[in-house]
């Protein structure tokens, strides 16, 4: 399950937030905020499709750079809202 | 005492890390009017030298023509300095009106309202326009204002890859079930002085029956045939719904900005928008000098078509000399860089060669992109161009980098 959520954020950020022609690497450590890769306001985006992708509301207060800083971070949060 | 030795530490801290990170913000004192070439005391103390300026939005060299402030100097006498008063109490004038009908005229919509400044223009517009049932859809390079007017709001924000019509109609498809969805651009991106599509993102909205908003602050005055912006570039001259645009840049540049197009929303700022309700008028001087800048352009577009040749002139001089330039056709030129200590150190060399310049990098520009951004203006001659194009060859060459392009530079400097 996990491992199928860490999937679906990766696909979700390389089809988001890279060009077609990108060779970035995204892997479940990759600094997405402080690496550039999602910036401040793409973050609302992402929050909003973890939202209505997994019926949950995160609350702003969560929503840090911090949380969303790499995959792992953002599954991290995810488990606090997420019950299976 | 509530300022304790706590919050001093703290505060202390935040400006030693911005200084740490290479983040910390220093000002330039210029002892001229603003102008191609200028005054620049730097740093404070070293005595002020003459600098060639390609750092200000002064594109069509206005902010110190004659007869604007000639305009201004009539203003005060006949319309005084300030009227200490937000616009519903007292403090619409006559010009005030009257410069509004003439941005209406020259963008070519319905109606227009002042703001104080663009980013107010932008901060109240969106809230006042949208709300939860409704989407934004925002190319992701939009200016940090739009961004903080649509935090502000309470529709549903979504953004596109810049300037990927694909991405952007897919977002439209996602949103159908919204009340209203509305795309929000730049017209001209500050950045990389790319222009928007704004043709294509038309037939999107006609397509899918969506708004379009154009924050046009780096091409009103002078992009298009007749400087109307990017609309009249794109050949959409009335099929924009709302341009907002400041007055700061090459109309005059000394502050203001508006909200301009349908009529009812244009109504609803003035009786809605916070930033407009509650910061005082933009006053009056101000108000007399760009009706006299509306005028001036109105008149011949000598201005902007000089700043065109000069633009097109820079650039292939700048490509010619080995030199690796965004292309484009936009007065902004960016000299690309990749690596954020070059960027400084270049624009520190060229300061010293007489060119006043400055680097970006990383936040203001994503990871890896550092550059200097040159600004053209009309009021550059040839000679202080080439003098220009000479210096960052110098300096270049001195980094190893003339010549090279975009893998060799990250090769020697990485990102």
């Known amino acids: ?84 | 005492m509530a300022y304790s030795e706590k919050a001093k530490a703290h505060y202390s801290g935040e400006l030693s890390a911005l200084r740490g990170s290479g983040l910390f913000k220093e000002e330039r004192y210029i002892e001229s009017p603003q102008a191609a070439s200028i005054r620049v005391e730097y740093p404070w103390g070293a005595g002020a030298r003459e600098v060639i300026n390609f750092c200000a939005n002064n594109y069509l060299g206005l902010s110190s023509h004659p007869e604007v402030l000639e305009a201004a100097r009539v203003a005060l006498g006949t319309r005084g300095f300030g009227l200490s008063s937000v616009r519903f109490i007292c403090g619409t004038q006559d010009i005030h009106r009257e410069l509004e009908q003439k941005l209406s005229e020259f963008l070519g919509t319905e109606d227009t309202v002042l703001f104080p400044s663009c980013m107010e223009a932008n901060g109240g517009l969106f809230e006042v326009m949208i709300d939860k049932d409704d989407a934004m859809i925002a190319d992701r390079l939009v200016h940090a204002s739009i961004v903080d007017g649509m935090r502000l709001c309470k529709a549903q924000l979504y953004n596109y890859k810049h300037s990927n019509m694909d991405h952007l109609e897919e977002k439209l498809q996602e949103t159908q079930g919204c009340r209203f969805r509305v795309i929000i651009t730049d017209g001209v991106f500050s950045m990389d002085g790319d222009i928007a599509k704004l043709d294509e993102i038309c037939e999107l909205a006609d397509r899918y029956d969506a708004f379009v908003v154009v924050d046009d602050s780096h091409a009103t005055g002078f992009v298009g045939k007749t400087g109307r912006g990017t609309h009249e570039r794109c050949g959409v001259m009335g099929r924009i719904d709302v341009i907002t645009t400041t007055l700061g840049k090459a109309l005059g540049g000394a502050a203001g900005g508006c909200v301009s197009g349908r009529s009812e929303i244009v109504e609803l700022c003035r009786q809605r928008a916070r930033p407009y309700l509650f910061s005082n008028t933009v006053p009056p001087v101000v108000v007399a000098a760009t009706i006299k800048v509306l005028d001036v352009l109105s008149r011949s577009t000598d201005r902007r078509d000089r700043l065109e040749a000069n633009t097109r002139f820079f650039r292939e001089s700048m490509t010619g000399a080995g030199i690796d330039i965004r292309e484009g056709e936009h007065p902004i030129v960016p000299v690309m860089l990749y690596n954020a200590k070059l960027a400084q150190g270049i624009a520190h060399d060229l300061y010293e060669e007489g060119i006043y310049v400055i680097g970006f990098f990383f936040p203001v520009v994503p990871q890896g992109q550092a550059r200097i951004r040159v600004q053209i203006s009309a009021d550059h001659d040839r000679e202080q161009l080439t003098r220009a194009v000479e210096a960052f060859a110098k300096v270049e060459k001195k980094y190893g980098i003339l010549g090279k392009k975009k893998d060799e530079i990250i090769a020697m400097y990485g990102t």
Request: cysteine-free; charged content about 35%; hydrophobic content about 35%.
């Open chain 1, 1 to 84: 399950m996990q491992d199928d959520v860490k999937r679906l954020i990766i696909d979700y950020i390389k089809k988001e937030y890279l060009d077609e022609d990108s060779d970035q690497e995204v892997t479940e450590t990759t600094k997405l905020i402080s690496g550039g890769i999602v910036d401040s306001f793409s973050m609302v985006s992402l929050k909003m499709y973890l939202e209505k992708k997994f019926q949950i509301k995160i609350p702003d207060e969560k929503a840090t750079p911090e949380a969303f800083d790499s995959v792992n971070n953002i599954v991290t949060l995810l488990r606090e809202f997420v019950h299976s």
